[in-house]
């Protein structure tokens, strides 16, 4: 067995490879041991997923959603409390109510003097932030080829077939070693709510992510994935959304998930 990203032998591999981050709440959708190697494995921690999920835009929907680590913990909420002007951190439980406090321990004395001296006050939480883009490219690429990965090896394509197709090399390198293209662009925009809730039948269900391949009439494939309602595009033969943009088009601006 080969890694899918750096080709060495995984015959030693432990660590089974999440799709999509644990930290967003995924159990089920995985590449088995010996797909992707530990040293790989690790490397998208500790330098692509753990900087992105610790941004304050996931950091916030991961606190907003309740949605534990691995460790078990529910992060905190960053804002801002403007009376004081210091950064707060809020975290939510279901039988505690909400509790707040300063983000940086120094401000602590500034935080309860200023609540205890007036009589009413506002906490500003963003919904969203920006995530540097190039880090969240290298994400989104990331659960792409994942993605990629999974759907050809149950069609019996091999991890030897990936590894010789030209046209993923340069994305698998962007994604393991992000030293070239300087950019990748990715496609982003919401098309449902965070909270919107879906029914089946008796059902009713909220979806926390999904994703899917799209293959255009151009012969472009694009990994399509949805966090939380946000849908991101990613062309995963090269660094342009262009095709994903004419598709659109063409298609009434419906997402490919829902087609
Ligand atoms: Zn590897």
Known sequence: MWCVFCERNTSQSRSVEHIIPESLGNKEHILERGIICDNCNNYFASKIEGPVLSSIHFQNLRSRQGIANKRGTIPFEYGIFPQAGIPIALRASLDQGTSVGAWHEKDDARFVQTLMGIGKGTFLVPLSAPVDERLL???????????????????????????????????????????????????????????????????????????????????????????????????????????????????????????
């Open 137 to 259: 490219a290298r994400f989104i690429a990331k659960i792409g080829v994942e993605a990629y990965v999974a759907k050809a090896l149950e069609a019996d394509i091999t991890v030897d077939q990936i590894i010789a197709s030209e046209e993923l090399k340069s994305i698998r390198r962007f994604v393991r070693r992000g030293d070239w293209p300087e950019k990748w662009p990715v496609s982003r925009r919401r098309i449902y709510h965070e909270e919107a809730i879906f029914s089946e039948g008796e059902s009713a269900y909220q979806v926390l992510h999904e994703y899917s391949l799209l293959v255009t009439d151009e012969i472009e494939i694009y990994a399509v994935i949805c966090i939380f309602g946000e849908e991101f595009a990613i062309n995963l033969g090269g660094p342009s959304t262009d095709g994903y943009g004419r598709w659109l088009s063409a298609n009434g601006n419906r997402s490919p998930l829902y087609i």
